[in-house]
Structure formats: C-alpha cells, structure tokens
C-alpha cells in the first residue's frame, strides 16, 4: 500500500512523500539554509534605510532644492537647561563642547549662547557631521551622547536623527508573541511536542528571510522597520498555516490512515489551502506597488518574501518533522481524541446561526460598521519625538526645546521660492494667523515657526492654508516644504493612488476565489466583509491613537501605516475564507447539501480557525509592548482585525450568509464556468 500512495496524489503529496523519505536531509537544508543566512547577514551587518521621498510632491521639490545648496551629513541638538542661566554656566559648557569638536565625524558645533530662550535658560548647539545618520558607525554615536552629557550641572538633553537611532531599542513582543502562541497550541493539542512544530517551522522560515532582507539591505532601499514587521506577520502566518496541516493530519490520523498517508492527504488538501491563502496574502502585499510608493516597494517585497518562505517551510519542513516524531505524536493524538467528540461545539454553533441566521448577521455588521465609523477622522502624518517613551533623551529635547522656543519649533516650515521677492515673502508670513515667528531670509529659503506643535491638526491646516490663500497672492512661485508638509502631501498621495491600490488587490483576490470556489457571490461575499474588518481595525486604531483611549498620547496615525495594515489584513482575511469556505466546498461537492456543508464546515475548521485567530491576536497584539508607536499601532490594527475576523466573520456572519444564500452560493454561469481555469483545493 505504501508504494500506491507514493505515486498518487498531487504534487503536494509527492512532495511531502520526499519531504518523509528524506526527513534528515530536509530538516538539514532548512538548517543549513538558516545558519548559512544568519552568519552572512552577520557579517554583512544591515544597511536599512528609511525613504519617504515623494518624486512629484510639493514638499519633496522643496528637499531637493535644499539637497544642492547645503552640505550633506546628519545633524543632532545638543539641549541645555540651567534654571540660573546658561550664561553662567559657560566653562563647563565650553569643556563639552571642545571634547564634541573633537570627536570623530564631528564637523561643526554650533555655540548655544547664541541660539537662548528669552528667559537664558534653554539653549541648544546643533552638531553637523561628516556623513549620513545610517552610515555614522554606531560606537561614534554612542560616543557622542555619552561626552555630550558630560556638561557638569547644566541638564542636558539630545535631539535627532542619530540620537533616534542610537536611542531605538526593541521590546520583548516577538518573544511574548512566540510564547503566548505556544501556549495556545499546548491547550489545543494537549501537546507540548505537537504545539512545538508550528513554532518551529515558523523559526525556521521567519529567522532564514530576516537573514536574507538583512544582506538585500545593502543593494535595495528596504525600510528600519521592515525587520519587526517581517516577524509580526511571519510569525503569525508562519504558525497559522503550519497549524493547518497539522490539524488536518489529526484528522486523516483520527480517520484511520497510517502516519506517512495522513501527511500526505494532509498536504494533498490543507497544503493546497495554505499556498492559496499564501498566494492571496503575496498578492495583496505586491499591490502596494500599485501605489507607487518607494518608501514602501522594499517592505511590500520582504513581507511578501516571508509569506512565501513560510508557505515553502509548511510544505517541506514540516512533513519531515511529522515523519521524525510520527510515533509520539500518533499516540497523543489518538489519546486525546478518546476524552472529546471533535467539533461537537461547533456544529451546535452552526446549527444555532443557521435557525435564526438574520440576528447574527445583523449583530456582526452591527459591530464591524460601528466600529469602522471613527475611521472617516483618522489623520495621517509622520512621528516625531513628541511621541517618544517619556524619560527617553529624545522626548526630553523635544519637551525642552518646545519649552525654550515655542510648540512649533521642531517643526519649522522651509518656503522656498526661485522667482519671488523673499523679503516680502518673510512681511507677508510674519502677518499670517498661526505663525509664531519667521527667520530672515537664507537666499531663496525662509523658515516659519508654526505657533502650534508638529502633530497638531491646526499645523497641518496651515499648511494648506498657505498653500491655497496666503502665497498664491504674492508674486512669484512658493513651495512649501517641511515635515508636516510632507505628510500632507503623503496623505494625499495616498488618498489619489488608493482606488487603484483597492481595485487591484479586491479585484485580483476575488477573481482567485471565483476560479477555485466557481462562484461569483462567495468572491464578492469575502471582498465586502474583509474590507469591513479592516475598516473596524482602523477605527479602532483611530480611537486608541488618533484621539487617546486607554491612555494612549493622541496623535496622527503613521502616514503608510493604514495602506500596510490594508495590504496585510486583506490578505490575512482570505486565509481564513480560504480556511474555512473550502472545507465547505469540500463537503457541498460530496453531499449537494449546502445547509450540512455549513455544518460541516464550520465544524472541521472552527477550532482551528479561532485558535488560529488566537495565536495571531497575540503574537500581533505583543507588539503593543514595543516602545515604537508605529509599531504598536501596526500591531493593535492587525490584531483587531483578525479578532473581528476570527470570532465575528467567521463564526457568525459567514455561517448565516451561506445559509441565506444556500445552493445558489455555488452558482457560477456556465459560460463563465467554461472560461475560467480549474484550480482546486480538493484533490
């Protein structure tokens, strides 16, 4: 019999067939694969870098002007307080300073008695280097700080790119995360062998690609934060598709097959769902290149890589891993099967939604439109120090220079203009509502210091302001530039580029499911409620980020943040309609019975997807601990969207939509049904 069913199946199944038969050596490529990349990434080290350049935009115009008048190099601010006067405190002052000239890197030192706050208290010295912040050796950042704070009684505080990175450190999220879905996975399968493998192969897949991102780093402009977010989603995926197949091995193991058959069926049907649901997720991440944003394109392609990667990890590492410790994991499987009826609860649950299956579909869209509703006021922008962890250096010389200099004065606007009169330029700024000081003109340059800090709407209102009433009535052409700027013209971008982002991803996505489910209402079913979830998570997000809940600092939402949560949950929620339609698809082929394909359905796969769900709610839901905003908002947004996914989609509106629905959910014209490719997810 075992000779039969090396030859049959899919390719999936002879793939897990090799994957079985030469366990040792495919564990060992994984292996080999992970050492070989993490040593050469070590050697390599990282070049990551953050580019949020926007070819085309006002603000960006105003970056590359400045770029080919001014020296290159990073700069930081060196802030100092003293309650009795700088000025008093000169020696010590002028010590620090001699010891920061001569560092290495180091190019200028502005004096601080120069820059004072009205009352001669603050002042601060701006430190030009040699070189940009990402190509400064670490070991000279620190070096600086260090001899910067050695000013004797004076309090001292430090600003700036360099100081941030320096400053970045990461929290304890991936480890909670891991640990947290571990501990799901002992619950669900009374196994801390079975509950390891998931974990494993997500090790393996995340741990070879953050290698491999790490080396293209030097060759492709890939983003600082790509490195987390590639193990927030990796992570995630990685345990949730391992997850798959195995629980649909315990079910070929439950249904009397052998060990190296279940795996081989297991693949040959939840392998298949898993590169479906992988392929959805790739193709919504690829999407954003659709935006045409640069700063994005190399995150966008190192998340796709990792789904990929994990995708490969699921269907060849993990059959060699159920083939090593098949013996064990039998006995725990048929051990634990012997003290429950399997998907006893869910099948009740079905039953209960498909009686009555209007008031769940009415409380589901209830909860995820009102949920969605604080979305329509979410603002966008980028962060500054403002929103660093209190006590950090960098909130500190935030706070202080705002103290000194006004609210606005880390957030200056630049008004560049190459035909207008910059004296004139300088009155009419002076006299404009919302300005609280302007500088002398530096050639074609004049800085505006807002009366109201970076991240406040009212900041973000002048700008447009400027741009539509106050410039255009003087002669000449004005740019305005800035980092608030910026995020407008982000924002903007954003906003123009996004139907095309929409249609693209939706479009694709639901054409992938009509071709497996032969079906054009589930396709546009699964659009609707997926666009849904992600609008819930964004309002969410809003509430908690945007206006403060919890005890959050309220402020606008990472400017990419909401497009990325977009691509990622998109794809994410195709898993799970994948997941479970397909076992729905499995059951109406076989019987013709949608109301017991319903059943059926749900009852196969509701422990897993919720357990599923739980594991992603967690490892996503940790990186609120992450001292980074962007971060922690990536992650409240992918967790609440998978929640809602897993407990409110899933288990109720799904349910009573197929019911509502019955056979003609299924129903595909023929002369489409002639057209389309047969690809299916049952062999």
């Not at 009155?427 to 210091?449: D, H, Q, S, Y």
């Not at 052409?477 to 906003?495: E, I, K, P």
């Not at 609008?535 to 980020?545: D, E, K, N, R, Y």
Request: hydrophobic fraction near 50%; charged fraction near 15%.
């Amino acid at each position: 019999m075992d000779t039969i069913t090396r030859t049959t199946g899919g390719g999936l199944a002879r793939l897990a067939g090799w994957a079985q038969r030469h366990r040792w050596l495919a564990v060992a490529l994984w292996a080999l694969v992970l050492i070989g990349v993490t040593f050469t990434s070590r050697l390599a080290g990282s070049a990551f870098h953050d580019d949020n350049s926007l070819p085309g935009t006002e603000s960006q115009q105003v970056v590359d002007l400045l770029d080919n008048t001014a020296q290159s190099g990073a700069s930081a601010q060196i802030v100092l307080k003293a309650d009795g006067g700088l000025a008093a405190n000169r020696a010590p002052i002028g010590t620090m300073l001699g010891e920061v000239r001569s560092l290495p890197h180091v190019r200028s030192v502005s004096d601080p008695l120069e820059t004072l706050s009205a009352d001669g208290r603050i002042g601060y010295a701006t430190v030009t280097f040699d070189a940009a912040s990402t190509d400064l050796p670490y070991d000279d950042i620190v070096k600086f700080a260090d001899t910067a704070k050695r000013a004797g009684p004076v309090e001292v505080a430090l600003a700036g790119d360099p100081i941030a990175r320096i400053s970045e450190s990461g929290g304890p999220a991936e480890g909670v995360g891991l640990l947290a879905a571990l501990v799901i996975l002992v619950f669900l399968f009374r196994s801390l062998l079975a509950a390891g493998l998931p974990v494993i192969t997500a090790v393996f897949a995340v741990g070879s690609t953050l290698g491999v991102i790490t080396v293209f780093s030097h060759f492709v402009d890939i983003a600082s934060y790509t490195s987390p977010l590639m193990m927030l989603v990796g992570f995630g995926v990685g345990v949730d598709y391992a997850l798959l197949i195995f629980s649909r091995y315990r079910t070929e193991i439950l249904a009397g097959h052998d060990r190296e058959p279940a795996a081989r069926r297991a693949l040959d049907t939840a392998g298949r769902s898993v590169l479906f649901a992988g392929t959805t997720v790739i193709i919504a991440l690829l999407g954003l290149l659709a935006l045409g944003l640069g700063g994005l394109r190399g995150v966008a392609l190192a998340v796709a890589l990792t789904v990929l990667m994990t995708m490969l990890a699921s269907v060849t590492l993990l059959p060699a891993l159920l083939s090593l410790f098949g013996k064990r994991l039998e006995r725990g499987i048929r051990r634990h099967a012997a003290r429950r009826e399997h998907g006893k609860a869910w099948r009740r649950l079905a039953d209960g939604v498909q009686r009555r299956p209007l008031a769940p579909l009415a409380i589901g869209l209830i909860v995820l439109i009102g949920l969605s509703i604080p979305a329509s006021g979410m603002r966008l922008g980028f962060a500054d120090a403002s929103t660093d962890p209190a006590g950090s250096t960098t909130r500190k010389g935030y706070d202080l220079l705002a103290e000194g200099f006004g609210p606005g004065f880390t957030g200056p606007l630049a008004i560049v203009t190459e035909d207008g009169d910059t004296v004139t330029l300088q009155r009419k700024l002076a006299e404009t509502p919302g300005i609280a000081r302007v500088l002398p003109p530096m050639g074609k340059t004049v800085l505006a210091f807002p009366t109201t800090s970076p991240q406040d709407e009212a900041t973000a209102e002048l700008v447009t302001r400027l741009r539509s009433d106050v410039l255009p009535t003087l002669p000449g052409h004005y740019l305005v530039g800035g980092s608030v700027a910026a995020a407008t013209d982000f924002a903007g971008a954003v906003a123009d580029r996004l139907p095309l982002f929409v249609l693209v991803v939706v479009g694709l996505s639901a054409l992938l499911l009509m071709v497996v489910f032969r079906s054009i209402l589930i396709p546009l079913k699964a659009a609707l409620l997926n666009l849904l979830s992600i609008g819930a998570s964004l309002g969410v997000m809003t509430l908690v980020f945007g206006d403060g809940w919890f005890g959050a600092q309220p402020g606008p939402i990472e400017a990419f943040v909401p497009v990325m949560i977009f691509a990622i949950v998109f794809g994410l929620s195709m898993d799970y309609e994948v997941f479970l339609v397909s076992r729905m698809h499995e059951e109406w082929r076989r019987t013709g019975d949608a109301r017991l394909a319903v059943r059926e359905g749900l009852a196969s796969t509701g422990a897993v997807i919720t357990a599923a769900g739980a594991i992603m709610v967690l490892v996503f839901g940790a990186f609120l601990l992450d001292p980074s905003r962007m971060l922690a908002q990536f992650g409240l947004g992918l967790a609440v969207a998978v929640l809602l996914d897993a407990l409110v989609i899933r288990c109720l509106i799904v349910p009573a939509v197929m019911r509502l629905l019955g056979a003609r959910a299924w129903w595909l014209p023929r002369w489409l049904d002639r057209r389309l490719p047969h690809v299916a997810l049952e062999p």
